[in-house]
Structure formats: C-alpha cells, structure tokens
C-alpha cells in the first residue's frame, strides 16, 4: 500500500534492534529438492482469519485485523458495535479504531476508540458509528484500511510496540472530525478524561477493568498528535456535548472529546497514537521514541520486517497456498500475547499500584495472561522458539508474584481477574522453564508456586490462587458439594487441574535440584486416583463423604446448563483424558488399551460438539491433547487421522477459520503443533508426542543455532498416517520426539501414507509419570444416594481396578455410622473382580443422609482410594429441610448462599449474632438439587433472620415453576428500624427450583446493599422432594 523511501531507513534499523531483543537472527536452511522453504512468512498472515464466527459450539473467534507487532502493547484496531471483544467480521459498522485488543472470552479492552467523521458531531458522538464493507478493507502484517462509507474517509492504519501511525484521507471539507471516545471501553469505564495541549496534540486516560465481572481494574494512559493543528475542539461527558472552543479538558466516565480539521488544501491527516500505563507523559516518551516521523511506508516495513523475523523461527516448504496463510497466521496469533506492558524507559505499574522498572536480564514487563488456556500449548511453543522472551514472560509472573504476594491465574494488565479454575500458571511456568525459557527468577518463582498449593488466601481477601486449597489437602481431591460455583460446582474438574499443576511444580522443582519438593509434588500429581470411579470407568466429581453422584460418568446435562455438574467448560466424557502426567495408568484404571480405543472411537466421531455432548469438543483447551491419546494405547494411526481431520474440518484460512475462542493464541498455536506433526503433551516436560507432518518440509530454528528439519516428502491432506520415521537417519518406532533434539537439533523422516500402519509406534508410548501412584483403586456401587425406608435393606457392589498394571489383593472395609449395617462388613478381593454386600437401615433410624465410607488398602496396609455408599432415610412428613446459618465461614446444611455477580456480602457481628451484611443488592442462594430436583412446582416456606434497621421494603424473588418468572416475586416486609433481629417468614405456592437464576441459584433476597442476615431456613414439600431434614432441631 505505501512504498519505502530512499533514506527512509530509520525505523528498519529499529526493527532489527527489536529482532534482536527478541533473540531472533534471520535463519537460512536448505530445502529438499523440489521444496521451496518460506523466506518471507509476512506474506502468508492474513489477519482477517479468526475475526469471525465458528459456528453454534464456537461463537465469536475474536482475533482482530489491525495492526501489532509481536507482543505489541498496542493492538490499533477496528471495533464494531456488536462484538464483546472488539471486532466481528459479520458486522458493517465500526464504533471507532480502539487501541488494546485480545482474543478473550468476555467483555474488556477496546480501549479508547477514535473515529473519522465528516460535519456535525451531532447531539450523541458517543454511539456514532460509520458504515463500510470487507471489499474496501486491507489487512496485513504491519498494516491495517478500510473506507468508511458514511463520510468517504479513508483511514490506514500502522503500528510499532506502543505507538500507531494513521494516515486518514477526508473529503475536502473544513469539518473533518475526529471523534476521541475515551469513556468507551468495552466493559465501560469508571473514569476518563480528555485534554488538549496546544493545538496538534491531545493527552487523556480511561479507568476500566472488571473482566467476566471480576474486581480488576487498569488505567490506560494516551496521547495523540497531529501533522497540522486542529481547528476546533469540544468535549462531551456522556450525556451533553459541549460547544466547540479551542480547547477540551473533561473528566467523566463516558468522557469524550471531537477536534475539527479543515482538508480543503490538504485531504490527509496524519496522526500518531501512543500508549503507556504509567502516565500520559510515559505515553508521550513511547511516542516520541517509536515513531518520529509522519510517514507510513517505514513503520509498515519495520512491522513486517519483526513479524518475518519471529515467524521464520520455523520455515515450511510446500502445501497449498491456504495451509500456508492458515500456518502462518496461527503462528502470527500465536505471538501477539502477553502484550507489552513496560514502557520504553522500563516503567510500567505493579500489582502493587507503585511504578516499578525492570532490572537485571529482564528487558520487558508483560501482561494479559490467558493461563488456563495457554498452558497447554502455547507456552512450550514461545519458550522454543523465543526464549528470551519466554524468560520475560516468566519474570514477569513472577514480579506479579512479588508485588501481589499470590502467583496470578488470569492477569489483565496489572489487576487479578481470578477468572478460571486451576492453578495455570505453574505448569505455564514450568513448560516455559523446559523448553528453554531459564533466565528469570526461578527460587522466587518456586517460592510463590509452593505458597499457591498449600496456603489459603487471608478472610475476605478477593483472590485465591487454588480454590479450596485446603480441602484438596485434606481430601486429596476438591469436594464437588464445597468446590468452586460457576456454571456449574467444578470439584472433578478442578482436581485434575490441580493435579497437574502439582505435577508441573514437581518437575520444575527437580530441575532446580529440590528433589525432596519434587518427590512431595509427584506423589500429589496422582490425585487424580482419588476421583476416578472404577464402577463407571470414568473420572468424577465426589463429594466431602467420599461418594460419587448417582448414574453413569457422563449424565446429559439439562436443557440450558453449560456443561455437567463436576466439571468447568465440559464435561465427564471430555475431562476422562485430561491426566497427562500419567496417561498409562489412567489407560490402565479404565480397563487397558482395548477398552480405552472403543470409548476413543465412539468419542472422536464427532469433534467439536461443545459442552454437553459425550464427544471431543476441539474448540475447548482441556480436548487440545485429547487427539493423542491413540499414541498411548497401541493405535497411532488413528491419533494421526483423527489430528488430520481436525486440521481440515475445523481450520481454514476464512474468518470463521477455527473451531473455538482463539483465547490469546491457545488455539492458534495447537494447529501449529499440529501442522508440524508434533504435540507438547505433558505440561513441565519436553515431551512431543507425534501425529504426523502436513507439510513436506519444515525446519524450526532453535535458540541455539541447531534447528529441528522435519522431512514428509509424501504429506498431503489425504496421506495422514505414518508409516515409518527416522531420526537422524536411524529407525525410530517411539511416538515421541526424543528429548535430546531440543538441545542438539535433529532431522526426522516421515514415510506418510493414504493407509494406515497398525505396527508403526504401537508398542512405544510417549512418557507417562507413575512416581506416587497407587496400584489400586476402590469403589463401590450404586453410587449416589440410595433412597431407603427405616427397616429396608438394598443390595451393594465393592469393587476395584488395577491402576498399575500387575496389582495384589486389596483389603477393604465398610464402617457404617450407627443405624446402618453392612453385611459382610470387611474382605479381601483382587482388582477387577467384586464383591456382594448387603446395607441394612434399623427401624429407628433418623431420617437424613448416612454415608458409608469404605476404606481399601494393599496387603502392606498401605491406603489407596476408596468410595462411599450413601443412603438416604426420607422423613414421614414428606418436607425437605434446608438451612443456611451465615457469618464469616457459613455453616451449610443443605442450603448455600452463592457469592457471585450481584450478590455479593461481608461477614459482620451485630446484635450479639453473626451474620452477612450485603455489598450489592441481592443475596442469593440455592437448594441442593438431590433434595429439590426442579421439575414441578413446589411449596417452599422461607424463614429469613434479618437485622431491623431502616424504614426500607424488601422480598423473596425466586425461581417460579412458571417457565416465564425466574424472578417471581413474594410479598414484602417493611422494616421498622428497632435495631433488633427478627425473623419473616414468606410462602411460595409455586417455587420452581430450577435453578435459573444468576449463578444457578433458585432464589435470591431483593434486600438492597447494608442489609444484615443471619440465617436462612427452607422447607420444601410436593412433587419429587427427597423429604430429609439437614438442620439441627427439625
């Protein structure tokens, strides 16, 4: 689009002073005869890719088209009104050309959109947008334009690290606006503010954050300048818009400002954009630094030359001109996050709210961390390509660490979201640790990764690195009924990821040479174990007694519920594989390779069904390595068709060109993995397990001058399976790539075919990680509570399976608490046989739940993981009781206050009682379902001790069985300001329990913020209420 000037070399040589910073060097390689290798990648990357729609299980992609160069802090991009992260390729109107972008989940940045308009500024600048089409649009490396229709202006746009160029052609006219939205993020802002100096410059800030309606916050600063002065200026706070002046300086949430040029005599304005987070003069010093001059060419060549510096870390030689604009795109995707976050002096702002600037080998801060979707993959595939920035990205963390005092899981900017469960970050670490990222502070790093897995957060401090920490010690597992609430309990889910989290501190320990910390971690790495159900062959959530939920592993989650209980984003049959640490003894706990390959088939015969289908959802991080699953159990062909198929089916280089949330470069980057053949299976270790190659050529330049070269002189879309492989040019039959070639190089040789090998790698499986397991696994059935009348009995199933491979006898023993027998009451069996007993409930036994725990031990009376059975005593009366008696730690007996969205609460002491004092408006809670299933209308009498103060109204609004009224209103109490508690009493003729009201709860008091409670009682009768009264004295 704009050419390079003689002399206009400048900001080339900056380039190459980037590259260098960046540890890159130009590489060369040879290709095979016949297979020209990629010298120039830039031209491949089309950013338009992943700005669209996947479909119904995918949504918005969210990539964006603007210009960045790699880990830019300025992502200087097109937004259009409907989309939650900036742009959507299905849209015709753009709201302005904001300056920070990421492919998130929710609602955040686009921070202070700019748009070009033509005349009046009209009564509402604010929601001003303007028209254009995709056939005026270019977006390439470095490089962003686009006409927008309404006013005929054409706006390009360039950037460097912290700074833009535009070049913004009017039609001749003396009313050429530039709207300047700095109250516009796309969560809203707190604060804003917009200032001219002089006339060819303007300065301002914008106060947001509170991403997926978390607590964060960040202020960004920016500064504008222009190649001419404006003519006229004027600002707006959100609802008036002042007259136009010479100046503008307006504070206000939604503040804004227009400047007004004449293009009579000159139709193009150029103007310069720059950002910091430490002040507006930091954002003038980036400026000033980063792009002298006026003029286009230079910063776009600079830009391409930085992106084919860092994309020709792997070059790749044939396939068709698609694969390669989609390879070459998603390793562009793969690089742009974490972002930037240091200015060009080194400042930028703590988790401490103080300045900091980097020091020792540290020569950048970055921020925006998608950590539980970038573990998995990204991290090795930066470390091995970049180190040094890999170091950055790890020191970074760490000082988030040092200033914060907790490791983060979901940093965005300088502020915890606390977004996500797991631990990420410590196999993000780790997995950048081994692949070569190793100049940053690892005691330091391992001191806050041992602080995230043991110790729970202060009372009412508002971050917790592991949710219910101290549970997962205790148990060994996270109890489903006291796990983390967000769609869903996630107990199951979150155990796995801690577990292997525990494994990623153990592997990065032992590097250190902290062997002892690294044996502790290892055997922690297998709590895994203590979830999975031998009877149903399936990893589950369990709750505090020890028992596993009624049914098989997978249930079907209801109609309108995002995933199954147990499990975050997904459910049991997409979590089942999600133990890459130890995959040979989860294959062996399932019933061996044979059974494991007809469950795999049925699972991969759809492969991106989103979270309530019993099959692969591709889209979602905890699927990623799910497809080499075959390379462990014998059948590596079918890990190569089914990685083919994904590769085929879900990518292409459109808009709508991936099956899921790019997710800051996470999907991104397991299609380059794919594409080259390889996968980083287990996070903290090098391991690369091998589907098979869809190029003939490819060489990855490694940091040390050695390169991997990747030979497939047969690969095409319809040749997936390997035959048979070399390294070095000596037979290799293992599915894993062998470690040493991460540090020496290596060339491997593919022989790829259109059938299958069923002999190739089937009997050599990449590493699994056994340190610490248990040989068997116990369990018992029926699972669930079993519903049973005083003086009945019911027949019951002890059970267990071998989890490493040859096993002994297991010892087992059931201890019955009183009222309850089981007969025989202890035994001996091997792993894969059961045992019949018979559990007995006495004529006087007390209505309520009655777990029945079974412990297992080996012959050297050494524990392993056992089950409950637990039976449930129904009441004459037919009522469900429930309460909940709140204060600092609530006690819950079959009733939970849910603290989420706008309901949030304090603990305080009034009155001589405890009790929660609310934050918002509301406070919400939710029936145990096993008690309430929903279904049918109820009659449900609420008891609420609440603390008399003021003269306010206040009621119930609950979950009505009327499928219309989730916030169907009860009758109100007015208080009278005694000052003393009291307790209203509410009745519900037709309570639903469905669930369906913010955070699943099934009602909620509409009490308005500094109401006090104390205690909540529910009686719950009709329909299929599981008649059991949980409180103390019903």
């Given at each position: ?5 003689t002399g206009s070399w400048r900001l080339l040589l900056a380039a190459a002073a980037v590259l260098l910073a960046l540890g890159v060097a130009t590489p060369s390689a040879a290709a095979a005869p016949g297979v020209s290798l990629v010298t120039n990648p830039a031209q491949y990357v089309d950013p338009m890719i ?590 190569q068709e089914v990685v083919r198929r994904i590769e085929a089916q879900l990518f292409s280089a459109t808009p709508n060109g991936e099956p899921g949330n790019d997710d800051l470069g996470a999907q991104s980057s397991w299609y380059v993995w794919a594409a080259l053949g390889l996968y980083p299976v287990t996070p ?35 040749h997936p399976y390997v035959t048979g492989l070399s390294v070095d040019g000596k037979r290799w039959d293992k599915t894993y790539l062998p470690p040493s070639a991460l540090r020496t190089g290596t060339t491997l040789k593919f022989d790829l075919s259109a059938q299958p090998s069923p002999s190739w790698g089937a ?272």
């Open positions: 689009m704009h050419r390079v000037p992943g700005t669209g729609n996947g479909g119904e299980q995918v949504g918005q992609i969210n990539n964006f088209p603007g210009p960045a160069v790699p880990f830019g802090m300025l992502q200087w991009s097109p937004d259009t009104p409907d989309a939650y992260a900036g742009y959507s390729y299905d849209s015709d109107q753009i709201r302005g050309f904001s300056l920070t972008h990421a492919s998130v989940g929710c609602r955040q940045f686009g921070d202070v959109p700019i748009l070009p308009v033509v005349g009046d500024v009209g009564t509402a600048p604010w929601d001003r947008t303007e028209k254009f089409s995709h056939d005026t649009e270019v977006a390439r490396t470095g490089e962003y334009g686009v006409t927008l229709a309404d006013s005929g202006v054409r706006a390009d746009l360039t950037s460097a690290t912290r700074t833009g160029l535009a070049a913004l052609t009017f039609p001749a006219t003396d009313k050429a606006q530039l709207l300047v939205k700095a109250g516009a993020s796309l969560n809203g802002d707190q604060a804003a503010a917009v200032r001219t100096i002089g006339d060819h410059e303007v300065v301002g800030s914008a106060s947001t954050g509170q991403f997926c309606g978390h607590q964060n916050n960040y202020t960004i600063y920016y500064a504008l300048q222009f190649d001419r002065p404006f003519t006229a200026a004027g600002g707006w706070d959100g609802t008036t818009v002042g007259t136009p002046g010479t100046s503008i300086d307006v504070s206000s949430p939604r503040a804004g400002g227009y400047l007004t040029f004449d293009t009579r005599a000159n139709q193009v304005l150029h103007m310069k954009v720059a950002i910091s987070f430490v002040s507006t003069e930091g954002a003038q010093r980036n400026m000033a630094a980063e792009i002298p001059g006026w003029d286009l060419a230079p910063v776009e060549a600079a830009a391409r030359q930085q992106w084919d510096g860092v994309l020709s870390r792997i070059q790749v030689g044939g396939g068709t001109a698609d694969q390669l604009k989609t390879f070459y795109t998603s390793l562009y995707h793969s690089l742009l996050y974490p972002t930037t976050f240091s200015d060009v002096d080194g400042r930028y702002p703590g988790f401490d709210a103080k300045v900091h600037s980097v020091s020792g080998h540290q020569r950048v801060q970055y921020a925006n961390y998608s950590l539980w979707d970038t573990y998995r993959c990204l991290a090795a595939l930066q470390a091995l390509l970049l180190p040094d920035v890999g170091s950055d990205l790890a020191q970074s963390l760490v000082n988030d660490a040092a200033q914060f005092g907790w490791l983060p899981k979901w940093p965005v900017m300088n502020g915890e979201s606390g977004v996500m469960n797991g631990d990420n970050v410590t196999p993000f670490l780790a997995s950048l640790h081994a692949f070569g990222a190793q100049d940053f502070d690892t005691t330091t790093a391992l001191k806050y990764m041992l602080k995230g897995a043991t110790t729970p957060a202060p009372p009412n401090f508002p971050y917790q690195e592991r949710e219910g920490v101290a549970d997962y010690q205790t148990y060994g597992y996270v109890p489903n009924d006291r796990a983390e609430q967000g769609h869903v309990r996630t107990g199951a889910s979150q155990t796995l990821e801690y577990a292997i989290d525990d494994f990623a501190i153990s592997r990065f320990a032992g590097a250190l040479g902290k062997h002892d910390t690294a044996r502790t971690y290892a055997g922690r790495s297998q709590n895994w174990q203590n979830i999975f159900d031998g009877g149903t062959g399936y990893l589950r959530p369990k709750d505090s007694t020890g028992a596993f939920p009624a049914g098989p592993g997978f249930v079907a989650p209801p109609a309108g519920q995002f995933g199954q209980n147990g499990f975050d984003e997904g459910n049991a049959a997409q979590y089942n594989y999600l133990v890459p640490q130890n995959m040979a003894g989860l294959i062996t706990a399932m019933g061996g390779p044979a059974a494991v390959n007809l469950r795999a088939d049925a699972f991969f015969q759809l492969l991106n069904t989103g979270p309530n289908l019993p099959n692969q959802w591709s889209g979602n991080e905890p699927d990623f390595a799910t497809p080499w699953l075959y390379d462990y159990t014998g059948q590596p062909w079918k890990t903290g270790t090098t391991d690369l397990a091998f589907a098979s190659p869809l190029f003939p050529k490819a060489v990855l330049h490694l940091a040390n001058g050695r390169s991997i070269t990747i030979d497939a002189p047969a690969a095409a879309a319809d009997t050599s499986s990449p590493p699994s990680y056994s340190d610490g397991q248990v040989a068997a696994i116990g369990y018992t059935s029926p699972t669930g509570q079993v519903r049973t009348a005083q003086g009945a009995s019911f027949p019951a199933t002890i059970g267990a399976v071998a989890a490493a491979g040859r096993s002994g006898p297991v010892r087992w023993r059931a201890q019955p608490p009183a009222g309850i027998t089981v007969t025989p009451s202890s035994g001996v069996l091997r792993p894969g046989t059961t045992a019949g007993v018979t559990v007995a409930v006495a004529a006087d036994a007390p209505s309520g739940y009655h777990p029945v725990p079974v412990s297992f031990t080996d012959t050297a009376g050494h524990a392993l993981p056992g089950a409950t059975i637990t039976v449930t005593v129904p009441a004459a009366d037919g009522k469900a009781t429930t309460c909940d008696t709140l204060g600092a730690s609530d006690t819950e007996c079959g009733l939970q206050r849910l603290d989420n969205g706008d309901g949030h609460s304090a603990p305080v002491t009034v009155a001589g009682r405890s009790g929660r004092s609310t934050s918002d408006g509301y406070l919400y809670f939710g029936v145990t379902d096993d008690l309430v299933p929903g279904g049918t209308p109820y009659t449900a009498t609420i008891d609420v001790d609440y603390l008399d103060q003021g003269t306010g109204s206040w009621n119930v609004q609950y979950d009505s069985s009327d499928p219309n009224q989730r916030y169907q209103g009860s009758s109100s109490v007015t208080d009278t300001g005694t000052g003393t508690w009291k307790t209203a009493t509410f009745t519900l003729p037709d309570a639903g329990f469905g669930n369906r009201e913010n955070g699943s709860a099934d009602f909620r008091l509409s009490v308005g913020a500094g109401f006090v409670v104390s205690r909540v009682h529910v009686s719950v009768s009709g329909g299929n209420v599981l008649a059991l009264h949980l409180c103390p004295g019903d």
